[in-house]
């Protein structure tokens, strides 16, 4: 009797090449991610609050004074500025910083500034009449123009009318130049003025009594 033997087939062995082969630990990346990471959301922090823009205000450097002081070694130098600020809306402001260093002092002197910001009257982008003041040995007059006289004022005047918003005016200072005494004179005139209604009621009519 004869007998057959039958092998079994021998078994097919594969190997994986390295392109074949699953990425493991990582899942699939997602379409303009780096790395694997998700996108990043916009809009910043869930949080975050939106910030609210104040006013414009208009910041002017008067008068920049440098101050020595002799000491063993050399000389320390110090600054101090004088700053107008303004919203060119009938409110305006001045500030003296004193630092050791030019952007401090403005700094200090433009936050004094903002908070010693005050209401002047603007009528038509003038004044309602002819103002005179003084301050320590300045001497300003101020006289109110028409449409498209432009403001006829030196440096330090024209910071503080500018600032306040006043585009037609005639002013002249008579006394010292003193940048300091020069800007609070301005100041100590833009507050003096009054307009008619207000005169008006402080006397006790009315627009209308005043015109018969």
Do not use: W
């Not at 996108?39 to 910043?44: A, F, K, Q, V």
């Not at 403001?151 to 306040?164: C, I, M, Q, S, T």
């Not at 301005?186 to 209604?197: I, K, P, W």
């Amino acid at each position: 009797m004869n007998t057959e033997e039958t092998k079994a087939p021998a078994e097919e062995t594969t190997q994986e090449t390295p392109a074949q082969q699953p990425q493991r630990g990582r899942g699939p990346r997602r379409e303009g991610s780096r790395g694997g990471r998700a996108p990043r959301r916009e809009g910043g922090r869930r949080n975050e609050a939106p910030v609210e823009e104040g006013p414009q205000l208009m910041e002017k450097v008067v008068y920049v004074n440098r101050c020595a002081k002799v000491v063993k070694g050399g000389r320390r130098f110090s600054f101090s500025a004088l700053i107008v600020v303004g919203d060119q809306k009938g409110k305006v402001g001045y500030g003296f910083g004193k630092a050791n260093e030019v952007s401090d002092a403005i700094r200090k002197g433009t936050d004094a500034a903002k908070r010693a910001m005050k209401k002047v009257v603007v009528v038509n982008d003038t004044i309602p009449h002819e103002v005179y003041s003084e301050f320590g040995g300045a001497k300003i007059v101020l006289k109110p123009a028409t449409a498209g006289t432009g403001l006829v004022a030196g440096a330090k005047v024209r910071a503080v009318l500018e600032a306040a918003g006043v585009n037609n005016i005639i002013a002249k200072s008579l006394g010292s130049s003193n940048a300091a005494n020069v800007v609070k004179a301005t100041m100590q005139a833009m507050l003096s003025m009054r307009t008619a209604d207000q005169i008006l009621s402080a006397r006790g009519k009315k627009k209308k009594d005043a015109a018969i």
